[in-house]
């Protein structure tokens, strides 16, 4: 078993990084949306990632994952990333954060 140090890759130092994606409709980054489904860190730096948009469609569709793109780009220690795009499973609110949700003035109540 190896034992994380500060040098070493992984997935949440990528989900901090995409962070600082932020939907430009929702006003909110896309891994408290929901929008991020994986990030798999593989050897050799590179990184896969499986995402959705809030809708079929999504004008700011390239924009989302390019910025993943480029987000996972800037951590340390990646060399290659690949943005999948799916809409399986869809996304709906539930997928949120509950500060997403907070921020968006939704009622986590659990009932859509």
Same mark, same amino acid.
């Given at each position: ?6 040098s070493q890759l992984d997935d949440e130092k990528v989900k901090e990084a995409l962070r600082l994606v932020i939907d430009p409709e929702l006003g ?9 489904? $994986?990030?798999? &860190?593989?050897?050799?730096?590179? =990184?896969?990632?499986?995402? %959705? ?5 999504? *004008? ?11 987000? $996972?780009?800037? &951590?340390?220690?990646?060399?290659? =990333?690949?943005?999948?795009? %799916? ?5 709906? *609110? ?19």
């Open positions: 078993m190896m034992i994380a140090t500060e909110y980054n896309i891994v408290d949306l929901g929008l991020i489904y $994986a990030v798999l &860190v593989n050897d050799g730096g590179v =990184v896969n990632i499986v995402m %959705t948009t809030t809708t079929r469609g999504c *004008p700011a569709t390239n924009y989302l994952k390019e910025g993943a793109r480029d987000a $996972a780009w800037s &951590v340390p220690g990646v060399e290659f =990333v690949d943005v999948t795009l %799916t809409y399986e499973p869809p996304w709906s *609110p539930q997928k949120m954060s509950a500060t997403a949700k907070q921020h968006l003035g939704i009622a986590d109540s659990g009932e859509w």
